[in-house]
């Protein structure tokens, strides 16, 4: 009986050794979404991801699309058009990184630009809080870039923005992570948007790698 027991013990071990060393094998197909309103149009396209471990991902995507088609459905049409696509940024084992972007028409001289970003690992999504530890010292280091940026861009190398609510607008990658600022975020929107990676070694001391 204790012998029967001590394997059963190994036998759990062994179990949770190998879940430990399960790999999600991410696959997806492309939704298009498409609403005509009387004066303007919706058109989104967005990944809805197959399998076991895709329920968190397509219900946080659904939760993000949805809020924007509930206010763009609902809205006049001084707010008529939105046009959405997705990129996948990083998928290796147990890291995906997406985002999904935003044009918006409001009836102004331009449009305007929306990103949802989304991050996961061994499919539990990642936030700024599981790995930056010094948000004032990372806001440093993106005006730094962002400034360079502007400059080989041929603008005034500015930053007027206050960064605070935009650190969560992140994809990991390989060696590092890309913070997406959408276009108009800057400055002018003729500036287009910018995505600064970072690599983890730029990183020490304000967020530990993942």
Known sequence: MAKMILNMKNLFV??????????????????????????????IEYPVFKGEYSFKINNAINQKVNAKLDAFKTSDAYVATLYGYYKIYFE?????????????????????????????????RITANDFVTNKEGLKELLVEKIKAEKKNRGFKPTV???????????????????????????????????????????????????
């Open 14 to 43: 062994i179990i949770l050794i190998l879940c430990s060393l399960c790999v999600y094998a991410y696959e997806w197909d492309t939704k298009s979404l498409r609403i005509e309103k009387q004066i303007g149009l919706i058109s």
């Open 92 to 124: 290796s084992e147990n890291r995906l990184s997406f985002s999904i972007f935003y044009f918006a028409y409001n009836g102004g001289e331009r449009p305007f630009q929306i990103v949802d970003t989304f991050s996961f690992v061994n499919n539990n």
């Open 160 to 210: 007027d923005l206050m960064l605070d609510s935009y650190v969560e607008d992140f994809v990991l990658t390989e060696n590092g992570v890309t913070w997406i600022f959408p276009a108009g975020l800057m400055g002018v929107f003729k500036e287009g948007e910018f995505e600064i990676f970072l690599t983890w070694e730029e990183l020490k001391g304000v967020a530990n790698k993942i």
